[in-house]
């Protein structure tokens, strides 16, 4: 088959997908499967090896993350059981002070909290920025709506374990532990810079309260003691922040000194089955569960294990069907058409290559509506041709990341979530949610072009 009818079927299978999750409302799982199924045959794989390459590539990607997704899932659960993201925001609310509250509560839900899956976190966070909101000068909703979205989005792309980013490693073949150093240097920082640009511009006026937010003076005023003595009570028997927030500080812990020890040249089988990263996660799964079980009632427990597996199942399902989609255009030879264009022998400069790999994510998450989806898809289309970049994967993956994290708009229910939960218009909205995850993208963009001269 010519190179230019496999492009065009590429191209074909992407769209399909696109429209069929935009247009048509059909789950990701089954557009990724139908637009799989399609590459395959009219790249004329036959149904048997298009059939055989989907069960392939799917069981080489549970290889690589299906564990790594399954425990960090569970680890979440625990750690949200626990209140551990409750209790942070009270500690740095007190430390702080209302002002500097933005700055540190970016910073952690970016760096601490990325294994409790993104829907959960604004669920858990988004009352603690409500109430937050009235102590703080000028539009604090918005600034903490804001901060919200800088540290929970950003999290989930860049650092581990956040699913996004196990996601793109694992497709990529970037080990987990230069992952997790690589994408802590760009993720804190994005959070960080992404929240200091977003309050500069709250203060030349962005934000107008009587168009941007919901009933501003009734959500101000309600405050019962009955909701306050729920919350109480919903902590009061939980372990102490430092000592709950150890299973996450252990297994990442693990997974750097696997990582720096590879790095230094330290080879042993004990240093490799120490820092293995699905060790790490498991000591932290473990951890998290004793430490859950002589502290929780054992209903909550089972409760919070049952949330884990219920929100494992489709992640692992996207996941994997994002490994299928890349198997299946390893076959097609792709890779070697794309090379031709990305190669830094055919005159592509290296900041030019993570540009088109950013671009290619953005324009996936413009259209698609996920994240995930978004850096999944990119994933598959870029992995083929990896080897025979100047680009080290590491780079390439956190291109990606960035450019799925532009721009989550209107085609995301997480946008519609947002918009509930924070008490916003659709207006305030694409403010402090679109415009905050374009300017991440935007920050992480330079940041990664700069990382990329040195590394």
Request: aromatic share 8%; net charge negative.
């Amino acid at each position: 088959m010519s190179d230019t009818l496999i492009v065009l079927h590429t191209a074909i299978s992407i769209i399909a997908i696109v429209l069929l999750i935009l247009v048509v409302r059909v789950d990701p799982v089954i557009s990724l499967v139908i637009g799989t199924i399609y590459l395959g045959l009219a790249a004329g794989l036959g149904f048997e090896d298009t059939i055989g390459t989907i069960a392939q590539g799917f069981g080489d990607i549970m290889i690589e993350v299906g564990l790594l997704i399954g425990f960090g899932v569970l680890l979440g659960s625990l750690l949200l059981a626990m209140g551990a993201l409750q209790k942070l925001v009270g500690l740095l609310l007190r430390l702080l002070g209302p002002q500097k509250l933005p700055y540190a509560f970016s910073a952690a839900l970016s760096t601490i909290f990325p294994a409790i899956y993104v829907d959960v976190q604004l669920v858990l966070a988004a009352p603690l920025a409500r109430s937050a909101a009235p102590r703080m000068r000028g539009d604090g909703l918005a600034m903490m709506s804001g901060t919200l979205t800088a540290g929970i989005l950003v999290g989930y792309v860049f650092v581990v374990p956040g699913l996004g980013t196990v996601a793109i490693a694992g497709l990529l073949n970037v080990p987990l532990g230069t992952m997790l150093i690589f994408g802590t240097l760009i993720g804190l920082p994005t959070a960080v810079l992404t929240t200091f640009i977003y309050g500069r511009l709250l203060r030349y006026g962005l934000w107008n309260k009587a168009k941007d937010e919901v009933g501003f003076q009734e959500a101000e005023e309600v405050s019962p003691a009955e909701t306050e003595q729920q919350k109480q009570q919903q902590t009061e028997n939980t372990p102490p922040l430092y000592v709950s927030l150890l299973p996450i500080l252990v297994a990442l812990l693990l997974i750097a000194f696997g990582a720096i020890a590879e790095a230094a040249g330290l080879e042993s089988p004990v240093v490799t089955f120490f820092g293995d990263p699905v060790f790490a996660l498991f000591v932290g799964l473990l951890g998290a569960y004793l430490l859950a079980w002589r502290t929780l009632p054992n209903e909550r427990v089972g409760e919070a294990m049952n949330e884990g597996f219920d929100a494992t199942g489709q992640i692992l399902l996207i996941t994997g069907l994002g490994g299928s989609l890349g198997a299946v255009i390893t076959q097609t030879g792709l890779q070697d058409i794309l090379g031709g264009f990305f190669s830094a022998e055919a005159g592509t400069p290296v900041l030019l290559t993570i540009l088109l790999a950013w671009l290619i994510a953005a324009v996936l998450h413009l259209a698609i509506g996920s994240i995930s989806v978004a850096a999944i898809t990119a994933s598959g289309i870029l992995a083929p041709i990896l080897d025979g970049l100047e680009v080290p994967a590491v780079i390439m993956a956190l291109a990606i990341g960035s450019g799925a994290l532009f721009a989550l708009q209107v085609n995301s229910n997480f946008f519609w979530m947002f918009q509930s939960l924070l008490e916003v218009t659709t207006q305030g909205a694409l403010k402090a949610l679109t415009l905050v995850t374009a300017l991440a993208s935007v920050v992480s963009l330079i940041l990664i072009l700069l990382l990329s001269l040195v590394v």
